[in-house]
């Protein structure tokens, strides 16, 4: 169990330490200069820079950085509205899909190389389906991949771990609402494996149990918390 404070903390604490760090802005300038030039660039005038390097870097980042993953979609959807508004392209989102493509095929050899790159992997697939819409509605070739992935992180080996669990529920939390309209039936039987999984499978941690009791309590209530079980998830634990 997760201590903070020197005190064992159950998952209130750790929620409220998981959704303020998911806030944090991403600073471009962590890249070295010449990619930091190349993405200001790209995001300003992309008709005038290698949209596929872009799309290449930004997938790149995203697998070794957490944070990034998470920030990344909101630097394509920019790009993707500046290429469109500049000369009516796709350049830029279609060198993005491709390469989402690829690294969609390698997941479980992602996976067992480094469970870190997976959820950062994860991360990013949901977040660009989270930004990049079609007509103000999700794009449709992402909403299998998207699933798939959060399936993956439902089986009984990574529910085991918190790592997958943590994200898993975060995804949940920001895109399942989206994705249930899109498919409620895969849906369904996503929250039927989280729900055996919390019920019926042994060596989960205390904390992955209580991280599947909250996301199954959110879609209870029409992905929304009652006041009641905000305060008991969310409410900071005092010693």
């Keep these: 169990m997760s201590v903070c404070a020197g005190v064992p903390l159950p ?21 070295d200069m010449e990619t930091q030039k190349l993405l200001k660039t790209a995001l300003k005038d992309p008709g005038s820079v290698d949209l596929e390097k872009v799309s290449s870097v930004i997938v790149d980042q995203s697998l070794k950085d957490q944070m990034f993953s998470k920030e990344a979609g909101r630097i394509c959807f920019t790009i993707v509205q500046a290429e469109s508004k500049q000369n009516g392209g796709s350049v830029f989102r279609r060198n993005l899909l491709n390469r989402l493509q690829q690294e969609f ?3 479980e050899e992602t996976r067992k190389r480094s469970t870190q790159e997976w959820v950062c992997l994860v991360s990013f697939i949901c977040n660009i389906f989270d930004y990049l819409k079609v007509n103000n509605m999700p794009m449709m070739a992402l909403v299998h991949p998207v699933y798939d992935c959060l399936f993956r992180l439902a089986q009984p080996d ?8 943590d994200c898993l529920v975060l995804q ?12 409620l039936q ?7 494996l989280l729900r ?8 989960l941690s205390s904390l992955g149990r209580l991280l599947l009791l ?15 079980a905000q305060k008991y998830y969310y409410s900071e634990v005092t010693d």
Excluded at 186 to 192: A, G, K
């Design 11 to 31: 998952k209130p604490c750790v929620l409220k330490r998981m959704e303020d760090s998911s806030k944090e802005d991403y600073k471009i300038h962590s890249f």
């Design 105 to 107: 095929k390698a997941r």
């Design 158 to 165: 990574a529910l085991k771990n918190e790592e997958e669990v």
């Design 172 to 183: 949940l939390h920001r895109i399942g609402e989206q994705l249930e309209k899109m498919n």
């Design 186 to 192: 895969r849906m369904d039987e996503l929250f039927c």
């Design 196 to 203: 055996d999984g919390f019920l019926l499978q042994d060596g």
């Design 214 to 228: 909250e996301i199954l309590e959110f879609r209870a209530g029409s992905w929304t918390l009652s006041e009641t």
